[in-house]
């Protein structure tokens, strides 16, 4: 029975309602204003964001250790990242995303191995720099191939005033055309990872642009197509797959990062012509200092799904020249019959399921249009670490009437699932296991589920295959709640 966009707005209204009733007043009058629906024709989604996670609610953002290290600095993979503190951070960071590089770990790549400073109690009393100065040292003798050494601060750094810019000045002129740098991200500032973000896109403008010679990489020859590619993780070789896209329509990359990214790439991309912004919520503070100092326009693009590789593989072509839009049309044209084979094997199945999105970054709206060109349906979505200008953006992907929760608690969560009951849902590690055990279909999106690449059209076809993989398998039909299962 279909359902008008009215009733599924009450509908919504109402679930939002139930939600808030299991918070004390107080609290319920705060988390009102993270959830909602979206009214067609309004600027935003109507939902505040970046505002504190309130004590108790189980959030499932991360921290700004989290946002530097773990998302922008470490899948540099010619660098060294010092996790600066105590084990357990770098530990947890040291799964990485599956952030795919070419090189030989341990030799001249190091993005999977884990280096940290291990404090321990007399540290905390006695400080950390003595310490830091003699792992630089050990670094530099075990590792001589690495390029750079990042120290990506924990949160004891900032409570007992390591000083690490001046051990990284320091240790950079005891290796003189070394780069090291400070990361000042401890993981209490600001109220999520999105300012970890921030703080590493500051570093790199600091310790990376600011200091280059322009003088020394005279090999370096600049060409009229030269873009870089910013913000793409390589999450299961995502950034490959656009650079095919990129590469046939005649453009040069001449930088890509931070997956399979390298500091001499991150030194090249100033000579761009025009960089290529994927994940709008992590790079874009660089890309606005890049256009405000070396006048480098950028653009956003997404290359989730058919539809939305078109559009933007065209919006790419307008800043150049007949002969790049005419590629990119050549380009499109090509693979339209892979496309049109992907729909004609999954749409009849996947044709009108639903889906309920919770992720980091900007894809609870970038997936959003892969989704529709397989016939599903997204209703409901939100952000861990959103922005109120990331859900102006998300705007242009979700229907009238949609469910939308920021930061949602693990609470409303599982009980948005429970009532809506959406065929698939798509979200992180912390989701996943709670979902599958209550029989139902899960995704996880911040790593594709050990799957990839979702990016450009070999990525779509696989991106298919895995949401119909995970809806068609029969073993949901067989599974059953532990906590509802009979005696």
Known sequence: MSVTVEERKAANKALIEEVLKAYPEKMAKRRAKHLGTFDDGKPDCGVKSNIKSLPGVMTIRGCAYAGSKGVVWGPIKDMIHISHGPVGCGQYSWGARRNYYIGTTGIDTFVTMQFTSDFQEKDIVFGGDKKLDKIIDEIQ???????????QSECPIGLIGDDIEAVSKKKSVQYEGHTILPVRCEGFRGV??????????????????DKADPDKRPEFVSTPYDVAIIGDYNIGGDAWSSRILLEEIGLRVIAQWSGDGSIAELENTPKAKLNLLHCYRSMNYISRHMEEKYRIPWVEYNFFGPSMIEKSLREIASHFDDTIKANAERVI?????????????????????????????????????????LGMNVVCTGYQFGHNDDYQRTTHYVNDGTLIYDDVTGYDFETFVEQIQ??????????????????????????????????????YAIFARDMDMAISSPVWGLAKAPWKATP
Request: charged share 20%; with cysteine; net charge positive.
């Open 141 to 151: 003798e075990l590792f001589p191939l690495n390029k750079g050494i990042s120290i």
């Open 192 to 209: 999520s990872q999105s300012l970890g973000h921030h703080l590493a896109n500051d570093a790199i403008r600091d310790w990376i642009f």
């Open 333 to 373: 044209a090509k693979y339209r019959p892979l496309v049109d084979a992907v729909n004609t094997k999954f749409r009849a199945r996947l044709q009108d399921k639903t889906v309920m999105l919770f992720v980091g970054g900007m894809r609870p709206c970038h997936v959003i249009s892969a989704y529709e060109d």
């Open 422 to 459: 959406p065929d698939l849902v798509g979200s992180g590690i912390k989701e996943k296991y709670l979902f599958q055990k209550m029989g139902v279909p899960f995704r996880q999106m911040h790593s594709w589920d050990y799957s990839g690449p979702y990016h450009g059209c070999d990525g």
